[in-house]
């Protein structure tokens, strides 16, 4: 239980990050993002959440 209470919550953060995103780049130089843990957490999250389980 305490697993998948983890999961939903990872989920969430990762909606939020995907969603918050656009609009920080939009006014910063995306390239600080490249090679970075947020930019994989952002686009292979629910495969890093996963693997954490």
């Known amino acids: ?20 995103y656009p609009r920080m780049t939009s006014i910063h130089d995306s390239s600080l993002f490249d090679a970075s843990f947020a930019m994989d957490f952002l686009n292979y999250g629910d495969k890093i959440i996963y693997c954490a389980m």
């Open 1 to 20: 239980m305490i697993n998948k209470i983890w999961a939903q919550a990872g989920m969430k953060a990762l909606a939020e990050i995907a969603d918050i």
